[in-house]
């Protein structure tokens, strides 16, 4: 399944590559076909998400899903959710977070910080499978807001 939009880019922070490709492995055995962007870093992510100057601009008129791991090696997914949120023009992008961690406080925290859907891995890949197939679907029929 191609989306109609194809203008969402799927930006992907996570630092363990074996994670990395079984989760773009999922999300195109699940039919979708955006570009994929990986990091894995937050500094560098952030550096695409804010732009070098940290104001945000560079993603006003970009239309992104974030896919965030909450353990990094250079600073935690928190770190980069508070950023993303409190930013303006990338306050609106959803983001996903995809982590090991399932402390219930740390799963409130995200969701209280703006986090749009949390998963805890070790993943069920075909429930994940199932979720991008209907995230897919979900983009057919709704535009994802404009940042700025």
Excluded: W
């Amino acid at each position: 399944m191609q989306l109609p939009f194809n203008a969402v880019t799927i930006v992907m922070i996570e630092d363990d590559e074996g994670h990395a490709r079984l989760i773009e492995r999922n999300i195109r055995r699940a039919g979708v076909n955006n570009e994929i962007l990986a990091f894995r870093d937050g500094t560098t992510a952030l550096d695409y998400l804010l732009g070098a100057d940290g104001s945000g601009e560079a993603s006003g008129r970009r239309h992104l899903l974030i896919l965030l791991d909450l353990n990094l090696p250079d600073m935690t997914g928190i770190d980069i959710l508070e950023r993303v949120k409190a930013n303006p023009h990338t306050k609106r992008s959803p983001v996903v977070v995809l982590t090991t961690t399932d402390d219930s406080r740390e799963i409130q925290r995200c969701y209280d910080l703006g986090a749009n859907v949390y998963i805890t891995k070790p993943v069920n890949y075909e429930g994940f499978s199932n979720a991008i197939r209907q995230l897919g679907l979900f983009f057919s029929v709704i535009q994802v807001p404009e940042n700025s």
